[in-house]
């Protein structure tokens, strides 16, 4: 039985100590001095800028979701206060992409605002 003992405990021995040498020597090997924007290159050991926009790029309006397109018209009472929000809506007032318009959901039906 104490053989079985020896052999466990080399078996932990063989897991946990590449994983600690891992944990303890990698962050001094990649830490780089980058700011938030920027990149760093293991192979050249640099930080670099992210590339610029393509000319074609143009951000999406201000009022947009993230996942709309170019041609969102703004919502309701833009610019202004908040676009409506009926007192028996779930959510606030959002856009679909399916419908290209502004509205909520109510009990899984689309109702325009």
Same mark, same amino acid.
């Given at each position: 039985?104490?053989?079985?003992?020896?052999?466990? /405990?080399? /078996?932990? #021995?063989?897991?946990?100590?590449?994983?600690?040498?891992? /944990?303890?020597? $990698? !962050?001094? =090997? *990649?830490? #780089?001095?980058?700011?938030?924007?920027? *990149?760093?290159?293991?192979?050249?050991?640099?930080?670099?800028? !992210?590339?610029?926009?393509? #000319?074609?790029?143009?951000?999406?309006?201000?009022? #947009?979701?993230?996942?709309?397109?170019?041609?969102?018209?703004?919502? !309701? *009472?833009?610019?202004?206060?908040?676009?409506?929000? !009926?007192?028996?809506?779930?959510?606030?007032?959002?856009?679909? $992409?399916?419908?290209?318009?502004?509205? =909520?959901? /109510?009990?899984?039906?689309?109702?325009? =605002?």
């Amino acid at each position: 039985m104490r053989w079985f003992g020896h052999r466990l /405990v080399g /078996v932990f #021995a063989a897991a946990f100590v590449p994983m600690a040498a891992v /944990v303890l020597v $990698t !962050p001094a =090997i *990649s830490s #780089a001095e980058c700011a938030n924007n920027m *990149s760093w290159n293991q192979t050249t050991r640099e930080c670099k800028q !992210p590339p610029a926009p393509p #000319a074609w790029y143009t951000p999406p309006p201000p009022y #947009a979701p993230s996942f709309a397109g170019q041609d969102v018209p703004p919502p !309701p *009472s833009w610019p202004g206060p908040p676009p409506p929000w !009926p007192e028996w809506a779930p959510q606030a007032p959002m856009w679909s $992409t399916y419908f290209q318009h502004w509205g =909520i959901y /109510v009990g899984g039906v689309w109702e325009p =605002i």
